[in-house]
Structure formats: C-alpha cells, structure tokens
C-alpha cells in the first residue's frame, strides 16, 4: 500500500521559476491538504481540499495554486519561485472529510530557491 | 501570538528516562488533541490523541490535557533509542489543525 506520494524529492529552483509538485494517494481519501514545514515555525496549512473540484486556501495560499480533478492528486504550483518559498513541502490526506484530524503525510519535497 | 506553543527543545536524554513534552494553545473551541512523531527527513505520523481533558495511555506513552489551563503533555516512560524524533502536538477541531513547532528528542543508548 503506497499511502500518499509525493514527486520530487528534491528540487532546486531559481528565483522566478515556477514548479508542479506532485502529490498522490491511493486510499480513496476525499480530504488532502498541503502544508509547508520551517524551522521553528511548525506545519503551516497551504490549501486544502475536500473532495474532486473543490479547494480553499489555508493559513499561507500566497504564491501557489492548487487544483483537485481526481480523488487521488493533488498537486501544488508555485507560479514564480522566491527564496522564502524555500521549505520542505508535505502532502498530506484524511478521510472522514478531515473530521478526525488524523492525517497520512507524504515523505515531503524539499525545495530549495536561489 | 501563535495558537500553540511548544517547548522548543532539544531534549537529550539516557535510554531508560522518562521523557516529558509539553504544549500551551489558546483556541478553547479545540476539542481533539493529536501527537504526531516525525522521524528524521520522514513525514509526520500520528501517534496518538485524546479527546477533551483527561489521561490516555498507549503502551510506554501518556497523552495528558487540562482544558482549563489549556496544556497538553505527552510522556514516554522507559525511552529507547527508537523514540529518537521530532514530536508535534496538533489540537484539532472540525477541519482545524493546529501543529505545534515541534520537539526534537534525542534518546541516548
């Protein structure tokens, strides 16, 4: 079972460049969110989903966009990268339409913009 | 001000000692309280929760809230190696998620 997966891993970006960071899980869950993780700072709610076709914005939305066609992806653009985007990007996905507050992460995706 | 407030750490501590994490939030509409543990370039797993005030114990963990003073604390009796991690409190209502910064924890064999 693969859980929630997140491409790349990596990544190196220059100021100004935009990127799809890829999320996809294969539990059927209708929840799935993105949060950003710096130091000292703690996870930080991106965007958010509760099911194909509908998103919201989190706590910090400025600077990237999210879309949901299917169930199973989710992912985040950054429309044009600046340093303080640099950050490790976690994917993350719930049933029961987020009422439990457990969520499945991703392994995460660390950005890095010069 | 954040919404919760963890103590920051590091911790260090010998394999076998009783190790103590704690959390302040300010939201009184919380009602779920979660322990997420991230291990080293790994994402947060859920650990453990409770519901409301209270004790909940799960093996060699204990997951302690006062609503009334708004602290959460989480201990781990007879800590081995493997707790070596970073641990987040996260108080929960509905669709609301709120992660501490977490405490990293180092369990020396």
């Known amino acids: 079972n693969a859980g929630v997966t997140q491409t790349p891993k990596f990544q190196v970006l220059k100021t100004g460049q935009s990127m799809t960071l890829q999320c996809a899980q294969d539990m059927n869950h209708e929840y799935m969110s993105w949060y950003r993780q710096d130091p000292g700072m703690g996870l930080r709610l991106i965007h958010y989903?509760?099911?194909?076709?509908?998103?919201d914005q989190g706590e910090v939305p400025n600077g990237y966009n999210v879309s949901r066609s299917t169930t199973e992806d989710f992912p985040l653009r950054l429309l044009s990268a600046a340093p303080s985007q640099t950050s490790v990007y976690f994917c993350a996905s719930t049933p029961e339409g987020g009422m439990s507050g457990e969520l499945f992460f991703g392994e995460g995706s660390r950005l890095t913009v010069l | 001000q954040k919404e919760v407030e963890q103590d920051p750490g590091p911790l260090s501590v010998p394999e076998g000692a009783i190790v103590s994490l704690n959390c302040t939030y300010s939201?009184?509409?919380?009602?779920?309280f979660m322990w997420y543990r991230q291990y080293s370039r790994k994402g947060p797993e859920l650990l453990m929760y409770?519901?409301?005030?209270g004790n909940k114990e799960d093996g060699r963990f204990t997951a302690q809230v006062d609503k009334s003073s708004k602290y959460i604390s989480l201990f781990i009796r007879d800590s081995q190696p493997s707790d070596s991690a970073t641990y987040l409190c996260?108080?929960?209502?509905?669709?609301?998620?709120?992660f501490g910064a977490g405490t990293t924890v180092t369990v020396r064999a």
């Open positions: 996260a108080p929960h209502n509905d669709y609301k998620l709120s």
């Open positions: 989903s509760v099911g194909a076709g509908i998103t």
């Open positions: 409770t519901y409301s005030s």
């Open positions: 939201n009184s509409a919380f009602q779920y």
